[in-house]
């Protein structure tokens, strides 16, 4: 018995399905699947697509990386279509969080302060949760050392909510090594999770 793993981490729906096809297609029965994924929507299509073809997937998550396991059972596969799995319109897709500023509206910076932590104090009753919040521009000093929002963000991280952080604003800020939550990100991370996302809330 062998162990394969298929590093799906970067790519939207319909590739990890494709992945996960071919993988499993190639694969002998008894052998191990292993998906490595770092968006829902394509963790939940994926969980889909390896139940219906007769394999009983667990899935993990740390870091804001998804890690899938699941043994072949049978030689030929019972819902070959993986495409179809693919969520396709946008409204069925979980949403984005995009936070530009470390306080919310405009006007007072005293009231915005208080709003921004109610705000992300209430996320974690909104359901379904978001698949992701992204901090960039001075949203940065949110996920930083000093911040009352800290222990709300490590609460939504652990629940599986990405935090994806800009690097280039924390250097500009000079914050990086403050950071407490979330992953250090990049702009092609950042346009990836919006453009994946259902609709993209920017309170």
């Excluded at 009753?125 to 940065?140: H, K, Q, R, T």
């Amino acid at each position: 018995m062998s162990e394969r793993t298929v590093d799906a981490r970067g790519q939207l729906c319909p590739r990890p399905l494709i992945l996960a096809k071919r993988a499993l297609t190639e694969m002998q029965v008894g052998d191990t699947l292993c998906v490595l994924l770092d968006n829902d929507v394509a963790r939940d299509n994926v969980l889909r697509f390896l139940r219906d073809n007769g394999t009983a997937p667990t899935c993990s998550a740390e870091g804001g990386v998804f890690r899938l396991q699941a043994s072949k059972s049978r030689p030929d596969l019972a819902a070959p279509q993986a495409e179809a799995y693919c969520t396709p319109t946008g409204k069925d897709r979980a949403h984005v969080i995009a936070l530009t500023h470390n306080g919310m509206g405009s006007g007072s910076e005293e009231l915005g302060g208080i709003l921004i932590q109610a705000c992300l104090n209430a996320v974690k009753e909104v359901s379904p949760l978001p698949s992701a919040i992204v901090f960039y521009n001075s949203a940065v000093h949110l996920a930083c050392e000093g911040s009352p929002v800290l222990p709300a963000l490590a609460d939504l991280e652990a629940r599986g909510v990405r935090l994806l952080v800009c690097g280039t604003c924390l250097n500009y800020y000079e914050l990086k090594a403050r950071v407490r939550v979330g992953t250090v990100s990049n702009m092609l991370d950042i346009l990836q999770a919006l453009a994946s996302a259902g609709h993209v809330v920017s309170p």
